[in-house]
């Protein structure tokens, strides 16, 4: 909210006094080169006297063109300009006493706390356009409905009309088992629903649930920290595992060299973009040294501790190139590639992997380092230096677009860590419930066995996923937003990049979920009326995965389209 000032004369004072000061001596000297000019034009007074005088001094003055006249017009219209100018930099105002309006204050505020609403980077600078091009306004926020006496919100679609359009698209013969809900999100209204209370296997859809438990718990300004720590009385430098898997070795965009490989630029380009702001490994190891500099300390026993996660690293799928060993130190996901999503061979242990990477680095700024070794950060023990991830609210909304497994366990483990519970498969399942039931979701016949949905044993329905998505977009939930602005925009982000080409691209965000047999899709659509609709969508069973995705892909455009009465 802008408050206005009290005194806008006061505050534009200066400014004013400024501008008199330029335009006096130029209108001074523009005086003094017309007035010979003037004195050659004016007229010797007739014979007549002043009776004939009169007639000829008035055309003179109205008929457009002669001296006289246009200039006593520039003169009024120079003098007016003045004012003019004067009153608009007063209207313009308040200023504040860097000359900068403090309107002109207002609005960078407002365009930041949108948080890339006109697509500038958080991720990249938008540039100067070019001259003579205009700025594409933002689109209406799809949040609209939600509230704030903005606008007015139509009735929703729902009854006949609209099961006449969902029920033909979702009842194919590639589903087996089959559940649908839509629902509008400015009132929670069900407006479809097909089994929405079967429980069934939700795939990546599962990530909604761990987004919303994670940030019930955490808060969305929460960070993970990876420490670096020194035993004095042994000169060992421990590395400690903070549970933060974006955590990166990589070099940042100023060192890295220019390739002359188009895909590996390309490459080059998606990871800078995906590790702007991830903790740098890199940088804890300068700090460390710094810090071991500072106590005369050239040589060190190397350790890394991962205490912090108990129990088994393991995923119950077992060795698979979609998730890393769950451990709370690792760097770069433990990808053996430059990749920074989906499928990659992994390293065999990712902490001791991170750990020699620290030690390679300490070395580069003369620090000796023995080969690490497992151990535990004790009391004793002080931190050198730290580094943190981005906010929570940035890495639910990278777990999402992406569907990024092993993040999705990290924030999990985090969930039971910040609730008291053991930071394992078991521990982080429980916690995420604990948080599902604090938000009054339905969680009859759901089972949780793990938090990225790799495992087929758990159990989400469509009544759920809707809820939760309706929950996200609820003012009383703020937190809970991070949801809604991670889902993946069909045709753009993640994993629905190349979907929807020729459907609902742009209007579409949503969550997939795929394994063998079982297809989904969870999310969010604005309708052609404008009003936000939240939509999940599960299958089980399916015999035929490109028909049963393109099923679920035609029944959210669908809903795009619909006008539905």
């Excluded at 992994?346 to 151990?375: N, Y």
């Excluded at 996200?472 to 982000?493: I, K, N, Q």
């Amino acid at each position: 909210m802008v408050v206005p000032e009290l005194r806008p004369w006061r505050a534009a004072r200066p400014h004013v006094a400024r501008f008199a000061d330029t335009v006096r001596p130029r209108l001074a000297r523009t005086a003094a080169a017309v007035r010979p000019r003037l004195a050659r034009l004016r007229p010797r007074r007739p014979a007549g006297g002043a009776t004939a005088a009169g007639p000829w001094i008035t055309r003179s003055v109205a008929r457009p063109g002669t001296w006289p006249g246009t200039w006593r017009f520039t003169v009024v219209a120079a003098t007016a300009g003045t004012v003019l100018a004067a009153g608009a930099v007063t209207a313009a105002g308040p200023w504040d006493a860097t000359g900068q309006r403090t309107a002109e204050q207002d609005r960078a505020v407002a365009l930041e706390a949108t948080r890339g609403a006109d697509h500038g980077g958080t991720r990249g600078n938008a540039g100067t356009p070019p001259r003579g091009s205009r700025t594409a306004p933002s689109a209406p926020s799809v949040l609209t409905g939600l509230g704030g006496g903005a606008t007015t919100v139509k009735s929703a679609p729902g009854g006949k009309a609209l099961s006449g359009t969902l029920a033909p698209l979702l009842r194919i013969p590639a589903f087996g088992d089959r559940s649908a809900s839509v629902v509008d999100v400015s009132t929670g209204r069900s407006l479809y629903a097909d089994s929405p209370a079967d429980a069934l296997t939700p795939a990546s859809t599962t990530k909604i649930a761990t987004a919303a438990a994670a940030l019930t718990a955490l808060g969305p300004d929460h960070r993970l920290t990876t420490r670096a720590t020194y035993e004095p009385d042994t000169k060992e430098v421990i590395l400690v595992g903070g549970g933060d898997p974006t955590l990166t070795a990589r070099k940042d965009r100023k060192d890295r060299k220019d390739r002359k490989d188009r895909k590996d630029r390309e490459n080059r380009e998606n990871r800078e973009k995906e590790t702007t702001g991830s903790a740098s490994l890199r940088d804890l190891a300068a700090r460390t040294a710094a810090a071991l500099a500072e106590r005369g300390v050239r040589e060190v026993t190397l350790s890394y501790d991962t205490t912090l996660y108990p129990g088994g690293q393991r995923h119950p799928i077992g060795v698979n190139p979609n998730i890393a060993l769950i451990t709370p130190l690792m760097a770069d996901e433990a990808r053996t590639d430059d990749s920074v999503s989906g499928p990659a061979d992994r390293v065999p242990d990712p902490a001791a992997d991170a750990a020699g990477k620290f030690g390679a680095l300490l070395k580069e700024h003369g620090i000796k380092a023995t080969p690490p070794g497992p151990s535990k950060s004790t009391a004793r023990a002080g931190t050198l230096a730290t580094v943190s991830s981005p906010p929570l609210a940035t890495l639910v909304e990278r777990m999402l677009t992406h569907s990024d497994n092993d993040l999705a366990e990290a924030l999990a483990r985090q969930t039971a860590i910040a609730t008291g519970r053991r930071a394992d498969f078991a521990g982080a399942a429980a916690a995420v419930r604990t948080q599902l039931q604090k938000l009054g979701v339905p969680l009859k016949g759901t089972a949780f066995k793990d938090a990225s949905g790799l495992d087929r044993k758990n159990r989400l329905t469509t009544g759920l996923l809707t809820a939760l998505l309706v929950k996200s977009g609820d003012p009383a939930h703020p937190e809970l937003r991070p949801v809604l602005t991670g889902l993946p925009v069909a045709g753009f982000t993640g994993t629905l990049t190349g979907r929807y080409a020729d459907g609902a691209a742009g209007v579409v965000r949503a969550k997939t979920g795929t394994l063998t047999g079982v297809n989904a899709l969870a999310g969010t659509v604005v309708d052609r009326e404008g009003r936000l609709l939240a939509f999940a969508f599960l299958a089980t069973g399916t015999t035929d995965p490109t028909a049963a995705q393109a099923a679920l892909d035609k029944a959210a455009t669908a809903l795009a389209a619909c006008g539905c009465r």
